[in-house]
Nanobody, 121 residues
């Protein structure tokens, strides 16, 4: 099993910044991609940003000029630096990883429990 633990959420004013962190632990052979999704009330979960183990990144269009994703392969961790936050960024943010579990036969997706980010004055 793979466990993802998120931290760094909270309340911030519009224009402010937050940094989300996510660390993976458990029994797995490798992780090949990690990322962040978010879900606002009444809306579908959407991809925010991803990063591969090789460092390739992908962003939601509405955040690509404001958010930056980075990873630390040695720590099995991923980070999301969020700047110039807007009220519409308010959502529960979920860490996601695709990992090959020990003793498994395929790559599987794993999710964190989610962390609240609220942008409000």
């Amino acid at each position: 099993q793979v466990r993802l633990v998120e931290s760094g959420g909270g309340l911030v004013q519009p224009g402010g910044s937050l940094r989300l962190s996510c660390a993976a632990s458990g029994s797995f052979v490798a992780i090949n991609i990690m990322g962040w999704f978010r879900q606002a009330p009444g809306k579908r979960r959407e991809l925010v940003a991803t990063i591969t183990s090789a460092g390739q990144t992908n962003y939601l269009d509405s955040v690509k000029d404001r958010f930056s994703i980075s990873g630390d392969n040695a720590k099995n961790s991923v980070y999301l630096q969020m700047d110039a936050l807007k009220p519409e960024d308010t959502a529960v943010y979920f860490c996601n990883a695709r990992a090959f579990p020990s003793g498994g036969t395929s790559w599987l997706p794993y999710w964190g429990q989610g962390i609240q980010v609220t942008v409000s004055s």
